[in-house]
């Protein structure tokens, strides 16, 4: 059982990630991590999305005809996007403005759909709530990290605008890196934002080959150390 959650989390945050892997919710990803805290906000609804969906969708499987589980998954994703677009009004109604349209369309997001379809609607409640919480978070980790390296080259800072998400009074979180930075306007553009995810892709291809290449050298080893012992 310990293996199984373990594959299921790891191939949420890094073997089938659904941004750097699957290549899956690139406009919303794209398009809000001009900053960390636009990232972080559009992340974090995002992983509520799919792990509420996941887990309503496995309770209601073996409930619904096979020809209308399509228009039911869309229903319960859109139920739970209008819920958490509810919450961003009530709470945090000025990083809601800033993300704008991207909430909503979160129900289009092709990430929650794929889930609910080829997951969570053969598997177990528990097993479903782990794979949304694990492909959330894997999402979101590549969303800060573009929003980082984006903001920190366009706008030579770090959480600027933190009260958006943290609230009057967090201004202090923000860190300016580069004093009179003029910007770098690549970086905060939709070409800039393809080339950061580039350079990511680029950067998990690597490791996946230098642990596999790892891999790969351990195994004689093992074998000629067997008769021995």
Same mark, same amino acid.
Request: charged residues 10%; hydrophobic residues 60%; positive net charge.
């Given at each position: 059982m310990k293996s199984e959650n373990a594959q299921i989390i790891n191939e949420g945050l890094w073997r089938n990630n659904t941004a750097l892997v699957q290549?899956?919710?690139?406009?919303?990803?794209?398009?809000?991590?001009?900053?960390?805290i636009n990232a972080l906000g559009l992340g974090i609804a995002t992983t509520l999305v799919l792990a509420g969906s996941n887990?309503?969708?496995?309770?209601?499987?073996?409930?619904?005809?096979?020809?209308?589980?399509?228009?039911?998954?869309?229903?319960?994703?859109?139920?739970?996007?209008?819920?958490?677009?509810?919450?961003?009004?009530?709470?945090?109604?000025?990083?809601?403005?800033?993300?704008?349209?991207?909430?909503? *369309? =979160?129900?289009?997001?092709? #990430? +929650?759909?794929? %889930?609910?379809?080829?997951?969570?609607?053969?598997?177990?409640?528990?097993?479903?709530?782990?794979?949304?919480?694990?492909?959330?978070?894997?999402?979101?980790?590549?969303?800060?990290?573009?929003?980082?390296i984006r903001e920190i080259l366009g706008h030579g800072t770090l959480l600027a605008q933190a009260e958006l998400m943290f609230g009057p009074g967090s201004e202090w979180l923000t860190i300016t890196l580069i004093d009179d930075y003029r910007g770098y306007l690549l970086a905060i553009l939709p070409p800039g934002?393809?080339?950061?995810?580039?350079? *990511? =892709?680029?950067?998990?291809? #690597? +490791?996946?080959? %230098?642990?596999?290449?790892?891999a790969r050298q351990t195994i004689p080893v093992q074998i000629q150390t067997e008769p021995a012992s």
């Open positions: 290549l899956l919710g690139l406009c919303p990803l794209l398009a809000v991590s001009g900053t960390v887990v309503t969708v496995s309770l209601i499987r073996n409930l619904v005809r096979p020809e209308l589980r399509i228009p039911s998954f869309v229903l319960v994703i859109a139920s739970f996007v209008t819920a958490v677009e509810l919450l961003m009004q009530a709470y945090l109604y000025d990083l809601y403005l800033v993300l704008g349209i991207f909430i909503p *369309l =979160i129900v289009t997001n092709c #990430v +929650i759909i794929a %889930r609910a379809e080829s997951f969570a609607s053969k598997n177990n409640v528990w097993r479903s709530l782990l794979d949304g919480l694990a492909m959330g978070i894997g999402f979101t980790a590549v969303l800060l990290l573009l929003g980082a934002a393809f080339l950061a995810l580039g350079l *990511l =892709i680029a950067v998990k291809n #690597v +490791i996946d080959k %230098r642990l596999a290449q790892r």
